[in-house]
Every structure is written in structure tokens, then in C-alpha cells.
């Protein structure tokens, strides 16, 4: 049965910094992995989507890395902003279409 | 090109009534996903429809849940006689074809509150 685990559960940084949000995955039979942004009380906003083929996406600031055979995903924030604290959340797709999701990663950037 | 949409956005019931939680995918989409995500949890999944279809529904509980995706109009969650173990965001996912690499956009979620 797939597993995602988020590290850290929560996470405080001053602004400017760069950080890395950690995802792991307990199969590697995956077709993609999706990090999401969820701000308290919202929605889900699709940040990076990368395929099982890629080794990485990257979009602005954000940079997220794959690496199936570990079962590992990194998602790195370049420069964090007050505007980047949220919950960022880490989710496989398995063969069965549905998306697993970890509990989340909670950033708040201070100013 | 509106997205997902869901409505109501909140939605308080007393325990023992029923709850509809309607979901209106992306234009062109006609794959249906509903996910639930508990306080202080990540989503779970609950169900994957198509139209007129239920594809997979290992994620809904065994009783009280039902969902449905008519030809014509919105897919339906319903939660019948809600307790307050119900109380929750429930998301809403749409993708345009069940290909494993079709991305599923979402919706703003319909948070439940059973008094």
C-alpha cells in the first residue's frame, strides 16, 4: 500500500532564505508526483507535476525533484517571501488514477 | 475557461440530516475524482466517476456516502444522516481522459460543518 510522508511537518524560516520541503513515497511504482500549495481555507493550487520519466520541473522560484528508485521528491524554494507561507502538499499518482496525498509541509516565512 | 467548481463552498447540517455537495468539472472534462481531507490530515481519496459511471469508489465509506455523475448536470456527493466525524473539506477533481499522465485540477472544496 503507497505511503507519502512529508518532512518537515511544519516549518519557520526568516525571508530570503532558501528551502527544501521533503517527500517520500514506499512505492516506486508511481506515474507522476504533484506538489500543491494550499493556502488555510482554500483550494489546492498545482505548483510542479513531474512525470516518472523526469528527473525534475521547474517554475520560478520553485524547483522540484523526482527520484523514483528512492522514493523521494524534494521541492526547493528560492528566496522565500512572506507571500510563500502556506501548506505545500506532496501527491503520487499510482496505476489505479487516484492520488495519494502526504499530510503537508506548513512554511511560514517571516518577514 | 472557468475551472472546477463547487458549490456551496460551506455547508452546516445537524447531525442526522443529509448533505449535497455538488462538483462541476472543468469544460471538456468528463472524469469526476472526490477527495476528503480531515482536520489537520493531507485529501484522501473517496471516489472516481465518468459519466453515468462509477469507476472506483474504494475510498468511500461503506455506508451513508453515495456518488453520482448524471449525463447532464453536476457530480453528487451525499452524505446521508451526517454525524460530526462527517465535519471536513471535500474536494473535487476533474480531468478531460483517464490516461495515467491526464492531470486532475481542483476545486475550492466544500467545507462541511456538523453542529
Known amino acids: 500500500k503507497q505511503e507519502v510522508t512529508q518532512i518537515p511537518a511544519a516549518l519557520s524560516v526568516p525571508e530570503g532564505e532558501n528551502l527544501v520541503l521533503n517527500c517520500s513515497f514506499t512505492d516506486s511504482a508511481i506515474y507522476n508526483l504533484q506538489w500543491f500549495r494550499q493556502d488555510p481555507g482554500k483550494g489546492l493550487t498545482s505548483l510542479l507535476l513531474i512525470q516518472s520519466s523526469q528527473r525534475e520541473q521547474t517554475s520560478g522560484r520553485l524547483n522540484a525533484s523526482l527520484d523514483k528508485s528512492s522514493g523521494r521528491s524534494t521541492l526547493y524554494i528560492a528566496a522565500s517571501q512572506p507571500g510563500d507561507s502556506a501548506t505545500y502538499l506532496c501527491?503520487?499518482?499510482?496505476?489505479?488514477?487516484?492520488?495519494?496525498f502526504g499530510s503537508g509541509t506548513r512554511l511560514l516565512v517571516r518577514p | 475557461n472557468a475551472g472546477v467548481m463547487q458549490n456551496p463552498r460551506h455547508l452546516v447540517r445537524r447531525r442526522g440530516q443529509e448533505a449535497r455537495l455538488r462538483c462541476s468539472p472543468m469544460k471538456g472534462h468528463s472524469h469526476v475524482y472526490w477527495y476528503r481531507q480531515l482536520p489537520e490530515e493531507g485529501l484522501k481519496f473517496m471516489v472516481y466517476?465518468?459519466?453515468?459511471?462509477?469507476?472506483?469508489e474504494s475510498g468511500m465509506p461503506k455506508e451513508r456516502f453515495s456518488a453520482e455523475f448524471p449525463k447532464e448536470g453536476p457530480s453528487i456527493l451525499r452524505i446521508q444522516q451526517v454525524v460530526r466525524g462527517d465535519s471536513a473539506a471535500y474536494f473535487c477533481?476533474?480531468?478531460?481522459?483517464?490516461?495515467?499522465?491526464?492531470?486532475?485540477?481542483f476545486g475550492p472544496g466544500t467545507r462541511l460543518t456538523v453542529l
Open positions: 466517476l465518468q459519466k453515468e459511471n462509477i469507476i472506483d
Open positions: 501527491a503520487v499518482r499510482d496505476s489505479s488514477y487516484k492520488l495519494i
Open positions: 477533481a476533474s480531468s478531460s481522459a483517464r490516461g495515467i499522465y491526464n492531470e486532475q485540477f
